[in-house]
């Protein structure tokens, strides 16, 4: 069992961080990256230089997109709204806790009560003074009742937070929690003044909003008053949408953008060989699949969605559509590096012969697939791939074509049956409350299992890595075996940017340097 000193973290050297954990993170973040990857990382050491206009190329923008980090759901967004924003705990490219607007944390209650110390003498754009009241507000914007923000059920173990303090605060939960300051680093949790309601882009981070046209565009200018000195190299930042995979390769390679997201697997050999470009990978925990809804049919019937599971040929989708830039994957969510991992669990085959036993028994006609390239880079041609895998085990699937724009909005968790993707989460408790908990904002597959729920409670609750490891292990289980999630590979993050771009560092479970690269690269022109 851990002690109490052991769950508390009081600065950068003493945050949580379980030992197998950050063995693991460390490898894949040196041995996934790529040549150019690593030349990038050493040039973190130069020294930065100040001035210029960043301008980045990013697929996942919609004309929906807002300001509210609870409403964040694709890239654009995502790295857009961290120009405004601080988060209290960061992750670095080794999945490591680092203080960010809370300078330390401390467990109390066998990690059922958290004490946060709150940063002195930040101010927002606006120029008021950050206190804990600010962290109060904006950590109960997605608590409420009638909250739709995509962390919800990440925050609903907090049965309280207070200002304990003008900069302190103290969170309650429902249970023990050892996790909870990784929760606190989830891009969604921005600190916004007290009163925000997080339509006006004011927050506390490097850069200042001066226009955003949704699906479109930002720009933003740097914040004169930022509390970090080592971070916001760059004048201003324009934050351009360009959802098509092509595009990007070409607006990067004629020196139209500095920096591009989401390449195509396929064109990764070509931008190599280009000397203005470098490429960023990383092999991590994101993954690309094919979600099910268990609330409609016919996806209520699991021997359909276990036809479906053998139906698809993942050895021939992770030739093609990712070119070796990624592994097969196995319809759970935690990636092989995580300590919780469940290696043991036979993989699903590629099996025609189960897959129509199972479908014959379903007693179902032609499946429908929604696919669009904005779920994933060559999301059509595996669906295509799935299509014709699945056609020898007598399953006709008919494919669907959505737009890019209004994906997010009008086919992932709205059709029964659609492409999708995740980015890693830094732990097996947060990966599986965002995405598969009932009550879930996200749960893209609406699978409720009561005795799922409960379990998750249970390994979160406990502090015995031990004793943990068996009930993370029969919670992926349960997805595998019952769940509505195809998940036939995990991804290498694949990011480009121009050699004048200095200073990048590849990030494990996100792009675009977690999505902080505007804060974190300066431009050597």
């Known amino acids: 069992m851990r002690t109490l000193k052991e769950l508390s973290a009081g600065s950068t050297s003493r945050s949580i961080d379980r030992r197998d954990f950050m063995r693991g993170a460390a490898a894949i973040g040196v041995a996934g990256a790529t040549t ?8 973190f050491a130069q020294t930065p230089k100040r001035g210029g ?32 924003y601080n988060l209290l705990i960061e992750t670095d490219d080794k999945v490591k806790l680092v203080p960010s607007l809370a300078e330390s944390w401390e467990a109390k209650t066998g990690a059922a009560e958290w004490v946060l110390k709150i940063r002195k003498g930040v101010t927002f754009h606006n120029g008021k003074e950050l206190t804990a009241a600010d962290v109060v507000h904006s950590l109960n914007h997605h608590r409420g009742k009638d909250s739709k923000s995509g962390a919800k059920a990440l925050v609903s173990p907090i049965t309280d937070v207070k200002a304990s303090d003008k900069h302190e605060v103290t969170i309650t939960l429902d249970g023990a929690n050892a996790d ?3 929760l606190l680093s989830v891009y969604q949790l921005c600190i916004g003044p007290e009163g925000s309601s997080f339509d006006d882009g004011i927050g506390t ?17 740097r914040n004169p008053n930022y509390w970090r000195s080592d971070r916001a190299f760059v004048d201003t930042v324009e934050t351009i949408a360009i959802n098509d995979a092509t595009a990007r390769h070409n607006a990067l390679v004629s020196g139209s953008v500095h920096l591009v997201n989401r390449l195509d697997p ?6 190599q060989a280009n000397k203005s470009v470098q490429v960023f990978e990383i092999s991590g925990s994101s993954h690309y699949c094919f979600a099910m809804r268990c609330d409609a049919p016919p996806f209520d019937n699991n021997d359909l969605r276990i036809a479906l599971k053998h139906a698809i040929d993942r050895e021939a989708i992770v030739k093609t559509i990712l070119a070796g830039h990624g592994k097969v994957a196995n319809d759970h969510p935690i990636a092989s590096f995580n300590p919780f991992h469940a290696a043991d669990i036979p993989q699903t085959p590629y099996d025609p012969d ?32 799935f299509q014709a895998s699945a056609a020898k085990a007598g399953i006709a699937i008919e494919l669907q074509r959505a737009p890019a724009d209004g994906y997010w909005e009008t086919v992932w968790r709205k059709k029964p049956f659609c492409a999708t993707y995740w980015s890693g989460r830094p732990t097996a408790d947060l990966m599986l409350s965002i995405a598969y908990k ?4 996200w749960n893209e597959t609406a699978w409720k299992r009561p005795a799922f729920d409960k379990l998750l409670v249970a390994a979160r609750a406990e502090l015995d890595d031990a004793k943990r490891k068996p009930m993370y292990r029969e919670l992926q289980m349960m997805i595998h075996e019952d769940g509505g999630v195809i998940i036939p590979m995990f991804n290498n993050t694949l990011d480009a940017g121009s050699v004048k771009v200095k200073g990048y560092v590849s990030d494990p479970m996100l792009q675009i340097s977690g999505y902080r690269a505007p804060e974190k690269v300066w431009l050597d022109v």
């Open 36 to 43: 150019n990857a690593i030349l990038s990382q050493k040039a």
């Open 53 to 84: 206009n960043l301008i980045l190329g990013l697929n996942g923008a919609s004309s929906t997109d807002s300001l509210d980090p609870g409403s964040w759901a694709s890239t654009h967004i995502q790295v857009f709204g961290h120009q405004l």
């Open 180 to 182: 909870l300051p990784y």
């Open 205 to 221: 981070g490097p850069f200042i909003l001066d226009t955003f046209q949704p699906g479109v565009r930002g720009f933003t200018k």
């Open 266 to 271: 396929k064109a990764v050999s070509l931008l």
């Open 354 to 385: 189960k897959a129509k036993f199972y479908f014959k028994r379903a007693d179902q006609g032609p499946i429908g697939l929604v696919v669009s390239d904005a779920a994933f880079v060559g999301a059509v041609d595996a669906a295509q791939i």
């Open 438 to 441: 009932s009550d879930a904002s």
